[in-house]
């Protein structure tokens, strides 16, 4: 029955007929007698009631939330009169014909569990499902298990999806038969017109779907929707079930703890060692932060080198052409250890770095307990994703659409600290010069030695290496050739484009001599050989700071910013690869520290890549020297792909609406005067019709309009953006603990040498082309991290003829080895082993004390066919196989390219990603450092 026709009133008979009628009651023939089960609301509680009038017993579940209330102001548990039970067992039989016979007989059966207090009304409903499923026992009772009654989230998007479908199968109905409508219609009360346009257009399924997204987002945090219940005694008659986590037992525990003694994790100093074996457990079986710790915990240690440098070379062997191969080279095979020592993709290191003392300051800023929310949010055990939901799927139910990403791009419990943004210790830079360029070869080095004697020449078989009689080999059947030399002997024969290029092909791909003499020979390619030596007066070192990355809980400018009206549109995300920043995510609690009292007491943390958390583009600070781009990062949204395990980061644009239509557009129309209003964009809708181009399509890949915000109105701005996200409750909880990061990328020509003389240095030249940052703000380190990119640039001044700079691989490999770097990405040129570009960043103790955190030399030539996206575009394979035109036209277009290039000297780079302190530091050191003489080992000039 349903709760309004089992309701007690005293109706007329002629309403009893048209309740029959509903329930499809026959009187006449005798209504078979069965438990009927309706729901009671009893003031602001709901009960599920079934009524056993055969074996005369009634089942009253849910009307008690707690043991505290079975016995109220003297009132019997079992009592139905609070209720109004008669009435309500008076009234069943009636409608049904029955015979309620005497009600003192009556046995009174409760079924109580404990409750949240508000869900009620949804709880109330699955028993009742779950009744109507099961039945009754032979002995009377119900067989009803409280530990399958699913949280009040779930019950609800049920509920509301099978509603709607019930509507709009209403909704025909009535279109159908409203010209003659059967007589148990009610003709006074016709739904209003306004209510059956409503879902004819539409609006009523957007209003469900509102409703069905609000459900999920907030299901998808909620702890008893993510974790299965765990039930302590079966349910009965007046049984109290609760839940409780399952911790194993206490062999089992005692097991773990043993197992977990001897381990040093960085778990905090503040736990218990019982605590610490639990939550050790929970993070291994928990990949996405297995690696966190307690970084404050963490013990500083003294650094000698963290590189295995070469052995030092046998006193016979070092007079030898030989002299610069490894050790392991220069051995015999079988006295390698390690294969990839005989590689020659890379070269010893033979200088160790600087030693540095175990740091003794402190490291990071204090925390804040009032910085971020950290009670309440979601624990580690709801990390693990929804077994039920792809990341790809959309599920349809009457017209509603239940996205996946409402399941994935929730809270995910992680939030920020103070010290979040900090890569560096809290102190000034230490040793920062001398890891700045250092000279990391040996005293024998010869820079111009490229080519090994194994390639040429005579040198000895013996295994150690000294020459002592016979053995030497003599090497005659390779060719050294120049650069040069190769293309003056292809061009002896330069054949039609339709003609084959016999004298191109074998040098520049089969790599040896023509066969015309009659004498083909291997070539080894010398590139010293077109070398140009040049005086130090000739080699202009250029300073200049080519990028600069801010990373800040509250963005605060001197000028003026752009914020974008809709969201941009992308393809990837605006940081799309790692730019060897990092950030120190605080993780969620588990949920036994969540239970206990007295507040959070596990602070993990998790070093994580910048490019891995989530972000929007929301605005940008443009000027005529350069754009600043602005982005606003949510690192409670990161997560990794449920079925891949690789990391998400671009946003789903119906996630970013959302953001858009209730946080940022709403926020501004908040501060904003009553002048701007009519300016004002009051929804994303509006905006986006606004955007609208000729063609009638809105938003489109164009750059969106932007609103101008000085610096306090957008700091008001921020300030509304988190009490919206705080409103939000649950539902814009993934929002929250967001922050900022400034970037600007290509800077370099603003401040190269102060602008060319117009200023006292970069730093001067980027203060007065960008008025519009508080670089005084940024260097504080209490309010974000601040990262330079130091570039040192190196370009001979030919007048004779352009050259092009190339960097010395082995005498790089060195340099990085003795700047304490790791060992990072080699670049080589073309095929050439022993020229090209490395990458590293430093090991993250020295780098902490340094404050350099990142070197990158490379050849300036690869100016010349860089793009302006920096992306690489040819013709596809197919294309190059089958010679078409389009394969043909990039060919011509690179040539008119290089051959442009020509007339240019490209020089070399060596460039260093630090913080503020430490980029002034380098600034005004660096000159005198790159002027060394010995700095010119590490480069050539052809």
Known sequence: MDMFAAMPPNYQEVDLEALRIDHYISVDDGCPIVPVGFIVNDGVQFLAIVFDFQGRKAHVMGCHTSEDDMNVDGEEPDDWQTWNGPEYWDRAAELHGWDSGDLDDIQILSYDWRQSGIDCSATACSVMEQTMIHGIEEDGSLPMDASEIPCGHTLRIKILRVVAGRIKISYNDYMMLRESPPSCWQDDLPPEEETLDAVRTGKYHAECSLMLRALAVVSATCTPCKRPATLNQSPGPRSSIHRDLDIGSEDDHAEEMDAHDGETLELGITLSKERKASLCKLLKVTKEISMARDRSSIVPR???????????????????????????????????????????????????????AAYTGRRWLPDNRSFDDYEGGPTIEMMRPPSDVHPTMIYHSSRMELSAAWATWVDHGYRIKPSTFQMFYQCQPIATMEHIMPIGTSDPYEASMQVPDRVTGTYTLNRTGAHQGSGGVTVSDVVILSASDMIETAEQYDPPLQEECRYGHNLFVRGCTNVSDGDERPIYVDLELDAIKFDEEDITISVDIDSIIWTTKTLRLRGTIGIYMTPPFHSKPGISKHNHTYLDLLIPQSEEDAQEPGGRTEWLSLRVKMDSIPHLSIGRISSAASTLNVYIFFPRLKHDDAISGKRVTIIPHEVEDIFWDRVLLPAIGDCADISWQPYMKQSLNEARYKNTGRSGVTGGRGTPKIIPLSNDDFMDVQGRMHDRIKDGHMELSMFGSCFFVLEGKGIKLITKDGQRGRFQGPEEALLRNLPDLDWHHMMDRKHGELLVDVGVSFTPRSSDVPVVGLWRLDALEASFGAGGYNKGQLHHHNTLSRYGALQAEMQKERCQQTHVAFRSAYNLYYEAVRTTNNQVSFATDSDAYKTSSNYMTECFNIERVLTGSKDKTYGVRDEYRTSGEAARLILDSVITKVSDPQSRIMVQFQ
């Open 302 to 356: 003294a650094l000698g080198t963290h590189i295995p440098l070469a052995p030092p070379q046998p006193a016979e062997t070092r007079g030898q052409d030989d002299s610069q191969r490894s050790s392991a080279a220069i051995a015999s095979r079988k006295r390698v250890s390690n294969w990839n020592l005989g590689s020659i993709k890379r070269f010893p290191r033979p200088t160790a770095p600087p030693a540095m």
